[in-house]
């Protein structure tokens, strides 16, 4: 599959996340390799007032998103992958007043289960905010409730 | 540095059994509506139904970062409000188990601290809908809560 296409997935994929919308979350990157997403910072996200540092419950909805949608670099066709579990390890706090960027990739795709991981970061990416593992189900084709949405995600590539 | 006292709100928080200001403080709180619910000795959160919380939109069940993020909240006001911090933990680690999916209506949750030391505390939150004996998910943190 081509990186365009993994990009347009990545993109109609994230589209149908409300709360993704809400948070104005947005595809920074997508190939075969793995995706990045970009969380902007806003005032309705902080989590501590007095410094102004970002709730580490919008980083994960930003991790669990990244993690989620890195399924698409992995996958031949579109599957719904609910979260099993995720864990995400802080090296420090996110800094006020700057974007935080997500990335992830799936190391281990089996026929059940795909393995992902990632990182949080802002300025630079050899020095994370935060380090994460996202393990994912696979619902298989037969399972997919949503056909509708699946036609829309992988628009005229399916 | 610290603009906040959290200690006085906490205190007055308890006192009139009112957790609106304390809650309204943090904005990502508010964005996705944390309540919080005080029952005899029990403190219980309460994050009600909203579109914009939704993540899966053909189900439609909310975030898991939302359920996550709730359940995170949940643990640092729970600390805030038992332990003596007066001021907000920082989080260390979060690791989260989906047990079922988080359908569009009231989600709920309830923590338990297992340990807290004078550095670092262990909580674990339990979230659920229906009935607290079938969770949708459970959580583990560790906070750091020696001083700003």
Redesign the interface.
């Known amino acids: 599959m081509s990186d365009s296409v993994i990009l347009e997935r990545a993109q109609r994929f994230l589209s149908?996340?409300?709360?993704?919308q809400?948070l104005g979350i947005a595809v920074e990157a997508a190939d075969s390799h793995g995706l990045t997403l970009r969380l902007p910072y806003s005032?309705?996200?902080?989590?501590?007032?007095?410094?102004g540092v970002?709730?580490?419950?919008?980083i994960?909805?930003?991790?669990?998103?990244t993690c989620?949608i890195s399924t698409v670099c992995a996958l031949p066709d579109f599957e719904?992958c609910?979260?099993?579990?995720?864990?995400?390890?802080?090296m420090h706090?996110a800094e006020p007043h700057k974007d935080v960027y997500g990335f992830a990739e799936c190391y281990r795709v089996t026929p059940n289960i795909i393995f992902t991981r990632g990182f949080a970061y802002q300025d630079d990416p050899q020095q994370p905010i935060a380090h994460v593992v996202g393990t994912f189900m696979r619902m298989g084709k037969a399972a997919q409730?949503?056909q509708g949405?699946k036609r829309d995600i992988q628009g005229g590539a399916a | 540095?610290?603009?906040?006292d959290f200690d006085t709100l906490v205190r007055e928080a308890r006192e009139k059994n009112d957790y609106d200001q304390l809650l309204g403080?943090?904005?990502?709180?508010?964005?996705?509506g944390v309540e919080c619910l005080r029952l005899g000795d029990d403190l219980v959160f309460r994050l009600p139904a909203s579109?914009?919380?939704?993540?899966?939109?053909?189900?439609p069940a909310?975030?898991?970062?939302?359920i996550?993020?709730?359940m995170?909240?949940a643990a640092m006001l729970h600390l805030l409000m038992f332990m003596g911090i007066p001021h907000?933990p920082?989080?260390?680690?979060?690791?989260?188990?989906?047990l079922r999916?988080g359908h569009y209506r009231d989600t709920f949750a309830q923590c338990q601290v297992w340990r807290q030391g004078r550095r670092v505390a262990n909580v674990a939150i339990t979230a659920w809908q229906t009935t607290q004996a079938e969770p949708i998910a459970t959580a583990r943190a560790h906070f750091k809560v020696d001083g700003?």
């Not at chain 1, 149908?16 to 993704?20: D, F, I, P, S, V």
């Not at chain 2, 540095?1 to 906040?4: E, F, I, P, T």
């Not at chain 2, 914009?52 to 189900?59: A, E, F, H, K, M």
């Open positions: 149908a996340l409300r709360h993704c809400v005032s309705s996200i902080i989590g501590n007032p007095d410094t970002i709730h580490g419950g919008a994960t909805t930003l991790m669990d998103t989620g719904i609910p979260t099993l579990d995720l864990r995400i390890d802080y706090p409730g949503g949405l | 540095m610290s603009g906040l403080l943090i904005p990502y709180a508010k964005l996705i579109k914009d919380t939704i993540g899966n939109p053909i189900l909310i975030h898991g970062g939302v996550a993020g709730f995170e909240h907000l920082k989080i260390i680690d979060f690791s989260i188990d989906y999916a700003p």
